[in-house]
């Protein structure tokens, strides 16, 4: 079983900095691509950052300059530093991870259980 925990949500005034991390555990062979996704209230989950075994990354156009994903491999870590947040990024984040178990020859997307990130004054 493989599970992914996510952690660093909270609040924060507008102009502040979080930093969010997803540490993925279990009968883990490898890892592709992992991810950062979020769902504001009555909006759809949509993408906001993406990064590949061989650290190429994928921002949308709303946090590029801002935010920034990075990842250890050896740990199965993803982190995403949100920096200059605003009010329009509270949402709750979501990461995943494309999984390769030891049990299975196929990769398979999974996913966190959501931390919220509130950006108010």
């Known amino acids: 079983q493989v599970q992914l925990v996510e952690s660093g949500g909270g609040l924060v005034q507008p102009g502040g900095s979080l930093r969010l991390s997803c540490a993925a555990s279990?009968?883990?062979?490898?890892?592709?691509?992992m991810g950062w996704y979020r769902q504001a209230p009555g909006k759809q989950r949509e993408l906001v950052a993406t990064i590949t075994s061989g650290g190429r990354m994928n921002y949308a156009d709303s946090v590029k300059g801002r935010f920034t994903i990075s990842r250890v491999n050896a740990k199965n870590t993803v982190y995403l530093q949100m920096n200059s947040l605003k009010p329009e990024d509270t949402a709750v984040y979501y990461c995943?991870?494309?999984?390769?178990?030891?049990?299975?020859?196929?990769?398979?997307?999974?996913w966190g259980q959501g931390t919220q990130v509130t950006v108010s004054s």
């Open positions: 995943n991870a494309d999984i390769r178990t030891d049990s299975s020859p196929w990769v398979y997307r999974y």
């Open positions: 279990g009968s883990i062979f490898s890892i592709n691509g």
